[in-house]
């Protein structure tokens, strides 16, 4: 019965025209360009020095280490997307650019991490071959990301279809026609492209679609197994039928770039400026959409406070700037419903006015009095120092406050 309704679904998914996938010639929907226009200028010895998630929004091409060299590729690859432009055409108009820097043929480098001198191929055609598929494909497919979530209402399903290759991994294959809601968790490492050279496709579709198509399947297991980064030793699971680096949905980092980009601006500017800029973003529609839950699974997160300085010298942080994530919104939203994205104004609130102690390495709170009432934060600074998230915020007493002080190292 199973094999019957797969190929039910397989003969019906057969008809539909690929409208969703890149066509040279035609210009690209806006999010696509946008997507890759984001990404910012990473040097790199090595594409494992940038590696997965990063890689969405970190233009980085291994060994080009000179900043020209990265210019010159991230804005033909800019004009590929934009245009539609075909490979030959892409190769044709930077290969001779590459040449005139330098950076074409065979030459010895010497690792900047390990000191050693190695011979590495810069330029080629095979080489341009890959950057011209791999950024296109992934601007393409972030950018249809952020199209689905703004579509999702209307068309809740997705369907994993293979592309048009000769040959297709067995993996890919034994996923084609899945029909899974847009927010499940598969499609957080099943969302294509999903290797090099990979084709493969989701086509979003209707309740309706999905029923006619034998309805939502079980969703496939997910076996994992280890991967050694060797220039960075962080070992990591990744899915099988994935190729290391793959292992992301690029348009899910979409918007934790972008915070974090964020994130740095404010950083830079005045106090002042910042400390509006917070109170402005904590009111704002965006907040409320995360504080609601409006972006279901999506790893979503936006300012909330400005960190005392003191505070992140102690804790080890590179950033003032702390988040709320959909994930800590939730939990939040569940414990207290009555919560509304008003009542974060006032972690800003405790920080400019209550006591800070350090809880753990890595985990900091800040009590106090807020019209006369006793509240509560809890902030965590992830291992790399990056980025700080608000995991809690709520009410207390006063014995409470006394029985964290005593157990507790102030540290602001």
């Known amino acids: 019965?199973?094999?019957?309704?797969?190929?039910?679904?397989?003969?019906?998914?057969?008809?539909?025209?690929m409208a969703d996938t890149f066509r040279f010639g035609q210009g690209p929907a806006p999010e696509v360009l946008t997507f890759f226009k984001n990404r910012k200028l990473v040097p790199a010895f090595n594409w494992q020095d940038v590696f997965g998630e990063e890689h969405a929004f970190a233009f980085t091409v291994a060994k080009a280490t000179q900043i020209e060299v990265l210019s010159e590729l991230h804005d033909a690859v800019q004009k590929a997307i934009k245009s539609g432009q075909p490979f030959e055409a892409f190769k044709k108009e930077l290969a001779p650019r590459l040449k005139k820097l330098g950076w074409w043929g065979k030459q010895v480098l010497t690792d900047p991490e390990t000191g050693e001198q190695i011979v590495a191929q810069l330029g080629s055609n095979r080489r341009l071959k890959i950057i011209h598929w791999a950024n296109t494909r992934t601007a393409y497919g972030a950018g249809k990301w952020t199209r689905i979530q703004r579509t999702k209402r209307a068309l809740p399903y997705l369907v994993y279809r293979l592309g048009s290759a000769r040959?297709?991994?067995?993996?890919h294959v034994a996923k084609e026609n899945v029909i899974l809601p847009v927010d499940d968790d598969f499609w957080n490492s099943w969302y294509p492209p999903n290797g090099w050279g990979c084709v493969c496709w989701v086509r979003q579709i209707t309740r309706m679609e999905a029923e006619n198509l034998g309805g939502e399947t079980e969703r496939p297991e997910i076996p994992t197994k280890s991967w050694t980064n060797k220039r960075t030793g962080e070992v990591l699971d990744i899915p099988e039928g994935i190729d290391p680096g793959w292992q992301t949905n690029s348009g899910q980092q979409r918007h934790?770039?972008?915070?974090?980009?964020?994130?740095?601006?404010?950083d830079a500017a005045p106090e002042h400026i910042r400390k509006t800029a917070i109170a402005d973003l904590v009111s704002s529609q965006i907040f409320r959409r995360v504080q609601t839950g409006v972006f279901g699974k999506q790893n979503v997160f936006t300012p909330v406070a400005i960190i005392p300085e003191g505070v992140t010298k102690t804790m080890?942080?590179?950033?003032?700037?702390?988040?709320l994530s959909t994930e800590d919104a939730a939990k939040q939203l569940r414990k207290r419903p009555a919560f509304s994205e008003l009542d974060y104004i006032k972690a800003q609130q405790l920080l400019d006015r209550g006591e800070i102690f350090r809880e753990t390495p890595l985990d900091f709170f800040v009590m106090g009095l807020?019209?006369?009432m006793a509240w509560r934060?809890?902030?965590?600074?992830?291992?790399?120092?990056?980025?700080?998230?608000?995991?809690?915020?709520?009410?207390?007493?006063?014995?409470?406050?006394?029985?964290?002080?005593?157990?507790s190292e102030l540290i602001y």
């Open 256 to 266: 934790r770039t972008l915070a974090k980009h964020l994130a740095g601006k404010l």
């Open 370 to 372: 807020i019209d006369g």
């Open 316 to 323: 080890g942080s590179s950033t003032r700037i702390a988040f």
């Open 1 to 17: 019965m199973q094999l019957q309704t797969r190929r039910l679904q397989r003969a019906a998914l057969g008809k539909l025209e």
């Open 167 to 171: 040959e297709h991994r067995p993996h």
């Open 377 to 407: 934060a809890v902030f965590h600074v992830t291992r790399k120092g990056d980025e700080i998230f608000l995991k809690s915020f709520r009410r207390t007493n006063a014995s409470q406050m006394e029985m964290y002080r005593e157990r």
